[in-house]
């Protein structure tokens, strides 16, 4: 089975600090998603890399960026946390943008900015 | 604007009966629709699809009827269970975009028992 990691369930950070969120996927996809998800607005998209080194912005992108050095690693940085950035961080992967087979998710990172 | 809408926040089914859950979409570029289904504190797991050149896809207890002209597609649970209590998000996407998923809202389902 394809497996997505996201390496915290539950952080609490302060008003201010710089939060990394990593995402290990370990099938060799092409395609790695970061999506945060809120209670009425569904999953919305904040960046996405089709490949090693390179990103594109979803819907969401402001006040994140994110880095993709690795093919199996995908992370998420919030560049200086605050509250309405406290959510539910779901990462996901797709094998190729060819073909649409579907997303794998992570269990998700529940972020709370104090 | 929301291109993927479900329009139904909840819905609440008794166990054994069927669930209908609905939702539209505006972009007629979209030519593959899947359902996800998330249990709290875990990630969306796929659930079915169905391309736009097919009206319906059926697995198991699970149907996806498609209608093109009405920009709807429908999933329907028959027969509802318990353990399919959970928040369902309809999800569309296009080839010409690189095939990158669109989400709807989700609607949690509750099935009584």
């Known amino acids: 089975d394809v497996k997505v990691t996201q390496s915290s369930r539950y952080l609490v950070k302060r008003t201010g600090e710089k939060v990394f969120l990593e995402c290990v996927q370990d099938m060799d996809h092409e395609n790695m998603f970061w999506y945060r998800q809120d209670p009425g607005l569904g999953l919305r998209l904040i960046y996405f890399?089709?490949?090693?080194?390179?990103?594109e912005k979803g819907d969401i992108p402001e006040g994140y960026s994110v880095s993709r050095e690795k093919k199996e690693r995908f992370s998420l940085i919030l560049e200086s946390a605050s509250t309405n950035q406290t959510s539910m961080y779901l990462c996901?992967?797709?094998?190729?943008?060819?073909?649409?087979?579907?997303?794998?998710f992570g269990s998700g990172t529940r972020l709370t900015v104090v | 604007d929301q291109q993927v809408k479900q329009n139904s926040p909840s819905l609440s089914v008794q166990e054994g009966r069927i669930s209908i859950l609905n939702c539209d979409y505006t972009n007629s570029m979209f030519d593959y629709f899947l359902w996800y289904k998330k249990y709290p504190a875990e990630g969306p797991t796929f659930l079915i699809s169905?391309?736009?050149?097919?009206d319906k896809n059926e697995d198991g207890r699970f149907t996806v009827f498609l209608n093109k002209s009405a920009k709807h597609l429908s999933l329907h649970i028959v027969p509802s269970q318990p353990g399919d209590s959970a928040v369902y998000f309809c999800?569309?996407?296009?080839?010409?975009?690189?095939?990158?998923?669109?989400f709807g809202a989700g609607t949690i389902l509750r099935v009584k028992s």
């Open positions: 890399s089709y490949d090693v080194k390179m990103k």
């Open positions: 999800a569309a996407s296009a080839a010409e975009y690189g095939n990158k998923l669109v």
């Open positions: 996901a992967s797709s094998p190729t943008r060819a073909v649409n087979y579907g997303y794998t």
């Open positions: 169905i391309s736009s050149i097919k």
